[in-house]
């Protein structure tokens, strides 16, 4: 079973940047699509960026030109540069395959607040 393990939350100001960082425990790490996905309190888990083996990326609208995801194969990273944050980017942040197929990691916070 693959194992995630998610990094790189805190508190940060609106308008602030955080990057987050995923580790993935699979040998096969660059043949997936990967992707970062946020749940915030009482609403379902959403896509916010993916990053497909062909090099890819897709954004959500809500995060577009602000969020930049990324990836190194060699060290089975997939990383999310999150900049100009606003407090509805306040969730927990979450790395998996696209589509979601691994168990869910125990993800990141990242609250958004003065």
């Known amino acids: 079973q693959v194992q995630l393990v998610e990094s790189g939350g805190g508190l940060v100001q609106p308008g602030g940047s955080l990057r987050l960082s995923c580790a993935a425990s699979?040998?096969?790490?660059?043949?997936?699509?990967m992707g970062w996905y946020r749940q915030a309190p009482e609403k379902q888990r959403e896509l916010v960026a993916s990053?497909?083996?062909?090099?890819?990326?897709t954004y959500a609208d809500s995060v577009k030109g602000r969020f930049t995801i990324s990836r190194d194969n060699a060290k089975k990273m997939v990383y999310l540069q999150m900049n100009s944050l606003k407090p509805e980017d306040t969730a927990v942040y979450y790395c998996?395959?696209?589509?979601?197929?691994?168990?869910w990691g125990q993800g990141t916070q990242v609250t958004v607040s003065s």
């Open positions: 699979t040998s096969f790490f660059s043949v997936y699509a």
């Open positions: 998996n395959r696209d589509p979601a197929s691994w168990t």
């Open positions: 990053f497909t083996n062909g090099g890819s990326t």
